[in-house]
């Protein structure tokens, strides 16, 4: 698949490498499994020389026969052999006083398995050294509690140390139209929900999905869940690093709330877990779920909701881990029916994300929610706030077109309007899949 989007990303780095010619740079690349980190940085430096490293869970000296030959082979330049990585990292950092250059170290938290004096080693290395050194040092990483804990830990050795930070998102709604339409131009919004709510716009998804021919609705629930399907196994891949021993709890409760069971209160009914401690770190430090008050409500308030946010993961959950019994027996008949019987209303709620993310894409707004009453009465599927030119947006989504009925929203947005309308022009929108 070719490269999309990511202009502005490009750019950064390419930026950042300009600089470094001057000035030693230390950048950190973090984002989910799969999002294409190292993709882009290939891209980014497609015509400059750049050394390319992957932390792989190996002995030290392994390591480092590998990353010298790695150097001969990019650079030119024989540096003999090393059992340390720091003494081969201080000697690169001394090399790129004379001959600037990029050095990428993917994977980077796994030195913690090789040998976690590396970073404190590092942070010696590159206070010593940055004054005159013109290295640009890119450090990757997709196990973000980890990444955090190395550069944002104020105990940590590298604290402090990065000059610059990218964080990578999955594409945009216009970007996954744009990949769509490039292998099905007569795709139709169904197809582009189901890519949208599959994948989450995840790079590596999309282009499994596309590359194997899965280019409408059918097709790609079909791939997600075939015989050998990459999907199956990838949430548990993804996440068996995160979680490590208390990965059962974890998993019930994000199966929870994928299925609906997004109170604190349903959530203890649903799994008999106490949730608390387990949603504050799914939230704060594994960033995989987001705590939703409705609009309007203050920070104070216990009115809250909890989503997944990942959708790729938020389907795996429903339809994958659910099921898990089905998958250990190779059952894949059985998940595909699972997925047809609950296709409508499972997609009715990804289509209201999927409206909230495209207006807040506009850059129109700067906030972009819902609402909801105790009790979930008066439900309102979409909040979109320019407080700038005092605009507000109250949307209602629905599958089909025919099933809006404004007359009804606009009864359900009444406590809003009646706060509101003195300081906001209100605009009552309707959206369903032709809109898309």
Not at 64 to 75: G, P, Q, S, Y
Not at 268 to 290: A, F, M, Q, R
Not at 305 to 329: G, H, M, P, T
Not at 406 to 417: D, G, R, T
């Amino acid at each position: 698949m070719k490269f999309y989007d990511r202009e502005k990303e490009t750019k950064a780095l390419q930026s950042i490498q300009t600089l470094s010619q001057t000035y030693a740079q230390m950048t950190v690349v973090t984002g989910r499994r799969r999002i294409g980190k190292t993709t882009l940085i290939k891209h980014a430096y497609q015509t400059t020389p750049f050394v390319y490293l992957f932390v792989g869970r190996k002995s030290e000296s392994m390591l480092c026969r590998e990353f010298t030959d790695v150097v001969a082979n990019t650079l030119g330049i024989d540096l003999g052999e090393f059992t340390s990585f720091s003494r081969l990292f201080a000697v690169l950092m001394q090399q790129s006083k004379a001959h600037p250059f990029t050095l990428v170290l993917d994977e980077f938290q796994n030195f913690r398995y090789v040998n976690d004096a590396v970073f404190s080693d590092m942070q010696n290395i590159w206070d010593a050294n940055k004054a005159e050194s013109k290295i640009n040092l890119i450090v990757c990483g997709s196990v973000s509690t980890m990444m955090s804990k190395i550069f944002d830990d104020k105990k940590e050795p590298l604290y402090g140390r990065a000059n610059n930070r990218l964080l990578l998102h999955p594409f945009s709604t216009h970007t996954l139209k744009e990949i769509l339409f490039d292998h099905n131009p007569t795709y139709t919004p169904e197809d582009l929900l189901a890519l949208y709510m599959t994948t989450g716009g995840v790079p590596k998804y999309v282009e499994e999905m596309l590359t194997h021919g899965a280019t409408t609705k059918d097709a790609m629930l079909h791939n997600f869940v075939c015989y050998g399907s990459y999907f199956i196994p990838e949430g548990k891949e993804m996440l068996s690093d995160e979680f490590g021993k208390d990965s059962g709890n974890y998993f019930s409760i994000l199966n929870a709330i994928a299925e609906g069971k997004d109170t604190r209160g349903d959530i203890k009914s649903y799994t008999g877990v106490e949730p608390g401690g387990y949603l504050d770190k799914l939230e704060k430090e594994y960033n995989l779920i987001s705590r939703c008050r409705p609009y309007l409500a203050s920070e104070q308030s216990h009115n809250v909701k909890y989503a997944i946010r990942d959708n790729f993961l938020c389907f795996w959950f429903r339809f994958i881990q659910k099921y898990i019994s089905a998958v250990e027996i190779g059952n894949t008949d059985y998940l595909l029916r699972k997925m047809q019987a609950d296709y409508d209303t499972y997609s009715g709620r990804v289509l209201e994300r999927y409206f909230r993310q495209k207006l807040a894409e506009t850059g129109q707004y700067n906030y972009v929610t819902n609402y909801w009453e105790r009790d979930g009465r008066n439900e309102i599927d979409l909040i979109a706030v320019d407080d700038a030119e005092r605009q507000l947006v109250i949307g209602e989504v629905k599958r089909q077109s025919q099933r809006l009925d404004m007359h009804q929203l606009k009864e359900k947005a009444a406590n809003i309007v009646a706060k509101q309308r003195r300081r906001y022009t209100i605009t009552f929108l309707g959206l369903s899949m032709d809109d898309m």
